[in-house]
């Protein structure tokens, strides 16, 4: 096995006379100018040393230091593009969150399927890291929502040709390099200071060296030279335990932390006075934090310590922070005391900053994905800032780094963070009884409540750890709680269900050629002629393969065409359209035979209502877009003959008048009767145009994608469409109900289908109106006053049962004594909620009741126990229950049971007080 020691042996290295060293603290290896050096500069090894001693030489805020950056690399040939959104999954089904610039161009750019926006390129993308979560606060480096400020260049081995998207070298590892290096200079910076870090980088079934660039004890940057991948043959074996070789593309990957860079600019005591300076400053006065100049002083000598209480690098944080205290010469409460507010503020101005983005950028909370992720942020944030005694709405607080970052859906982030927390308040109060039972459980087994119930509590209740911890020291309950609790919930929940897409196929399909998709030229056309390629058998039915086709495959939620084939001899049934990579699959009920030539013929209806259900979706998506906001997103979609369906991403139920306003601005469009338009464009000339709201529906695969355009409505979509909105005839909104906290499902019918459902309505409400002798428009006014009126009438009846039963107490059944306690043993053929009235009534007077009955077919039985008297309810009703063949139980003061056999009751019954005077000295 080779190692990748010469891959960071640089010609640039040698030119400018670069050291290579052994790290004693680390044992990592590393590149310095300077001979006398002997750590690599990384924290525990080297401290921050730039605090209260800026690192260059003018101090910038995120935004000059942004501009800078991206400044410096078009000044050296890079094109500046516009940062992608925080929320991944809008152009790729892989992953949730952006966490580097690289994602904006996974899959399709890396591997060289699609050319890049521009080669070389500069970027500062926006980016959520989910597992820094429980260090934001502590080590005075960590943010959750950063920048990543970045170059790429993307490479094709010459050998290649032209295979890929892109040709040729732009610049590899020694240009990269000396960029790094020159842009430091750009700045004042001592490059003497600085020291390049070997860190092979894995990820994804790639690879490739890569350096750690750290200055005066602070990572800036890191340069990934992406240049393999995974192969059990490989020559490479990397940290990872895997087998790596070079592939044909080869890749420029690098990330400059904007924050850092901003702070060690400043010099300040953490990042976070960089990047949020004012949220610091307001939270400090709105909690009323001062502090005198020595605690400032040991602020200060605390944060260049700061780096040694990373929880990826240390077993305890207790036990890290003890040391720092103990460097410091000071008590360990003391300083925790000191700057446990403060790490607190730090996190809310971060998780802050991290909920702008994901609501600004259209995520809305929920139950899964994105939406749990960003619920997990919010309802943290909400615990911190309460536990701080911030007098601010959280939605004020959100709303300020909003501002900052200058989303133009300011009023909308702060409705959804509104919402958020009173669906949280709910929450915590069923939630608190739940922790309340399971601390009870775990203190009767004097154990401590495990990991895996803390991150159930918090998953399924919203239940911060502390909280339990609180409630769990009150009942004598124990809890250890993980310094990185929250990163394991956001691991739960950060990966994506892959699913197996690939079609099992016999080996000769594979060397079938692509079917010719005749539905994209003419959507109308109904009929077509065609060669049968092949024919598969299968269990049921049978795969025909022609070489073009009329018959739309299902996809994209919308179903198969149905229809026939038919040859001089014979016809069968098309019941079933799939497609397999490029080949179009018929199930059918027989053989048409290989090599026949064949006549297509569609049923006509049937793709008729599936396009006009399929253009009302694009129509009903853009109307609820329109009422409700930008921040909609598809989250599903399933389009049908007689109705369709549409789920979207909101923050709140959907009301009545909402519906109607919806349903207007969709027949408006349909009624403009505008032409649909299709194109087939390179996939980023029209994410360039359009954005990423254009994958409603989907990814689609390939370097040209097909659009289809409903007046301003865009999106890309592989399905059938009608010639004009007015084609699809009228829209009609059916219900409305929410599928998941946080998504809405929109259910919705079409052209015949929706007068069909507006009949059924109507049909539904002249019936009604029949029953009831009324006019239909009198129906809701009358059926209120008849349910008014049922309501009044069942609580006179329990009113008349419970004077009854208070009567039947008051009439003196007869009474035996059960150890100085009155008991009234009595068969009452009532209901139960006679039974229990009577019961009630009796223990009002003191008195043991045991009732049963007969009514409904079966034996049953009300036992009732006063206060302070020693016999417990529950075992008695066991006991009579299991007289009768059936069971029962309950508290100690009151239960109820019973079973099948009626005819022994009455032996019961005689048998109760015998029953009554064991339970009682039991």
């Keep these: 096995m080779s190692e990748l020691e010469a891959e960071y042996r640089l010609d640039y290295f040698e030119e400018e006379g670069f050291y290579r060293k052994q790290c004693p603290v680390t044992g990592v290896h590393f590149w310095t100018r300077d001979p006398d050096r002997e750590t690599c500069g990384e924290p525990p090894a080297d401290d921050y040393t730039f605090i209260d001693n800026p690192g260059f030489d003018e101090e910038y805020t995120l935004e000059e230091m942004r501009e800078k950056f991206l400044s410096f690399f078009e000044e050296h040939d890079h094109e500046r593009i516009d940062p992608y959104p925080v929320a991944a999954n809008r152009w790729r089904d892989d992953v949730l969150l952006t966490q580097a610039s690289i994602y904006d161009f996974q899959p399709l750019v890396t591997s060289g399927e699609t050319p890049p926006p521009a080669n070389p390129l500069t970027v500062s993308q926006p980016c959520i890291r989910m597992q820094d979560i429980d260090n934001v606060g ?150 009323g934090i001062e502090h005198t100049d020595e605690e400032e002083e040991l602020i200060h000598r605390a944060a260049k310590l700061s780096g040694h209480l990373d929880i990826d690098e240390i077993d305890d944080l207790a036990t890290a922070r003890a040391g720092v205290a103990g460097e410091l010469g000071v008590d360990e409460a003391e300083l925790t005391a000191l700057l446990r507010p403060l790490e607190d503020i730090y996190a809310i101005a971060d998780h802050c900053r991290t909920l702008a983005y994901m609501f600004g950028d259209g995520i809305v909370p929920s139950n899964v994905g994105t939406g749990y992720l960003a619920r997990m942020v919010l309802r943290r944030t909400k615990r911190l800032v309460d536990n701080l005694g911030v007098d601010a709405p959280l939605d004020e607080l959100v709303d300020m780094q909003a501002e900052r970052l200058d989303y133009q859906n300011r009023d909308t982030i702060r409705d959804i963070v509104r919402s958020e927390e009173r669906k949280y308040r709910k929450t915590l109060e069923r939630g608190s009884r739940k922790v309340q039972q399971l601390a009870d459980e775990y203190a009767d087994k004097d154990e401590p409540i495990p990991l895996d119930e803390l991150i159930e509590l918090y998953d399924s209740h919203g239940i911060q750890p502390d909280m339990v911890q609180e409630i769990a020291e009150e009942r004598g309950a124990t809890v250890d709680i993980p310094d990185d609790f929250y990163s394991l919930v956001a691991d739960r929940h950060e990966q994506v269900d892959g699913e197996d897409e690939a079609a099992e196929r016999d080996d000769r399909l594979g060397d079938l050629p692509a079917t010719d998709k005749l539905y994209y030229d003419d959507q109308e056309r109904t009929e077509f002629e065609a060669v049968v390629l092949d024919v598969f058998e299968r269990e049921e039915g049978y795969d025909v393969v022609l070489d073009q086709t009329m018959f739309y495959p299902e996809g994209g939620g919308q179903p198969a065409d149905h229809g026939s084939l038919a040859t001089d001899d014979a016809t069968v049934e098309v019941t079933d359209v799939q497609i397999a990579g490029d080949v179009v699959l018929h199930r059918t009920d027989d053989d048409p035979g290989k090599g026949e030539f064949v006549r297509g013929q569609l049923d006509a209806e049937r793709r008729r209502r599936l396009m006009r259900h399929h253009t009302a979706t694009h129509v009903i998506g853009h109307a609820i877009r329109t009422v409700l906001g930008d921040h909609i997103r598809q989250a599903g979609a399933s389009k049908g003959v007689d109705r369709s369906r549409l789920d979207v991403t909101h923050y709140e139920r959907i009301t009545r008048e909402e519906v109607k306003q919806i349903e207007r601005v969709a027949n408006e469009l349909v009624m403009r009767n505008i032409p649909i338009k299709q194109e087939w464009p390179d996939r980023r000339d029209a994410e360039k145009k359009y954005g990423f709201d254009l994958y409603q529906g989907g990814i689609p695969p390939g370097e040209k994608i097909r659009l289809i355009h409903v007046g301003t409505d865009v999106q890309a979509c592989g399905g059938t469409h009608v010639k004009r909105t007015g084609d699809i005839g009228v829209i009609k909104v059916l219900t409305t109900e929410p599928v998941q906290d946080g998504v809405e499902r929109v259910v919705f019918a079409a052209g015949d289908a929706a007068i069909e459902a507006t009949q059924r309505t109507e049909d539904a409400l002249y019936g009604a109106a029949d029953v009831l002798d009324v006019n239909p428009a009198d129906v809701p006014e009358t059926a209120e006053r008849f349910f008014t009126e049922w309501k009044e009438r069942g609580k006179t009846i329990d009113r008349l049962k419970t004077e009854l039963a208070e009567a039947r107490a008051a009439a003196g059944a007869d009474e035996i004594d059960i150890d100085g306690t009155p008991a009234v043993v009595q068969r009452l053929d009532g209901d139960a909620d006679e039974l229990r009235a009577t019961a009630n009534a009796l223990v009002e007077e003191g008195k043991v009741a045991v009732l049963g009955s007969a009514a409904g077919g079966s034996a049953q039985f009300v036992v009732g126990v006063p206060d302070g008297v020693g016999v417990n309810a529950g075992q008695v009703v066991g006991q009579l229950a299991g007289k009768v063949g059936g069971g029962g139980g309950g508290p100690a003061d009151f239960a109820q049971g019973g079973g099948p056999d009626v005819d022994a009751l009455d032996d019961a019954l005689d048998e109760a007080p015998d029953v009554l005077r064991a339970v009682l000295n039991a």
Excluded at 143 to 160: G, L
Excluded at 186 to 192: F, Y
Excluded at 208 to 229: C, D, W
């Design 138 to 287: 502590k080590t005075g480096r960590h943010t959750m929502a950063f920048e990543m400020m970045a170059h790429h260049a993307f490479n094709a081995r010459e050998e290649a040709g032209d295979k890929y998207a892109y040709e040729g070298e732009v610049y590899w590892k020694d240009e990269t390099v000396r960029l790094c290096d020159e842009f430091f200079e750009s700045l004042g910076a001592d490059i003497s200071e600085i020291t390049y870090i070997e860190d092979p980088w894995v990820g994804g079934g790639n690879a490739g060296p890569a350096f750690e660039v750290l200055y005066r004890g602070a990572e800036l940057a890191t340069l990934v030279f992406m240049s393999m991948k995974q192969d059990p043959d490989g020559e490479y074996e990397l940290k990872d335990g895997n087998t790596y070789s070079p592939m044909d593309t080869y890749i420029v990957d690098t990330g400059y932390g904007l924050e850092r860079w901003t702070w060690v600019s400043q010099g300040t005591p953490t990042v976070y006075e960089a990047v949020y300076p004012d949220m610091i400053e307001f939270l400090k006065d709105n909690v």
